[in-house]
């Protein structure tokens, strides 16, 4: 999404960007993992995608390679998408998972701003999948804590985490921060309670 059209768009709601992160900081998010929460509207990509073309992050999602192919492989790519390959690296060999695929994908990228919804639905859902966390592990890369607050109608990333490799202490921090944050349909959001 271009930046004018993302200016508009913030302009027409009403929104305010966050912009705090500054030198290098900004330059560490450029290689990270992002949260996108809360996720509890269609509504939440269009303004997500504005936010990271405001904030000039070239943010990327993951799509299946078939994803990429003849005729949507244009508008995905246009859109972020980047394929993730779970073939096996050599025949006989087990199929990664998608957390050691996107490793691989880390490693053969030297900027890579990765989005991601934890909550993994639009529905109402206490526990968030923790994938995100195993890949800022395992890719050694930080968490950025990526917000929509429709209260506020603020949005950006508030500060980049390093995971400690404690997950539970990490979590739970994780978890404080956007207790406060409120999607468009609030109802629709929580936190997980295991790290509340």
Do not use: C
């Not at 290689?31 to 509207?41: F, L």
């Not at 073939?87 to 998608?98: D, H, I, L």
Request: charged share 25%; no cysteine; net charge positive.
């Amino acid at each position: 999404m271009g930046k004018l059209l993302s200016r508009f768009i913030f302009w027409l709601f009403g929104w305010k960007i966050d912009d705090r992160l500054k030198g290098d900081l900004k330059q560490s998010v450029m290689r990270s993992v992002i949260i996108a929460s809360p996720h509890t509207s269609n509504w939440d990509f269009i303004f997500s995608r504005a936010t990271f073309s405001l904030l000039d992050i070239p943010v990327r999602f993951t799509v299946k390679k078939e994803w990429l192919r003849f005729p949507f492989g244009g508008l995905m790519t246009a859109m972020g998408a980047i394929a993730i390959d779970r073939s096996p690296k050599t025949p006989g060999a087990e199929r990664p998972s998608q957390t050691d695929a996107m490793i691989t994908l880390f490693e053969q990228n030297k900027e890579l701003a990765v989005m991601i919804t934890p909550e993994g639905t639009r529905a109402l859902r206490t526990k968030w999948k923790t994938g995100f966390y195993h890949l800022a592990v395992g890719a050694k890369v930080p968490i950025g804590l990526g917000y929509l607050d429709y209260k506020n109608k603020i949005a950006g990333v508030a500060r980049l985490m390093y995971p400690s490799g404690d997950m539970e202490k990490d979590m739970k921090e994780i978890m404080a921060f956007y207790k406060n944050i409120q999607g468009k349909h609030p109802e629709k959001f929580s936190v997980d309670l295991d790290y509340a």
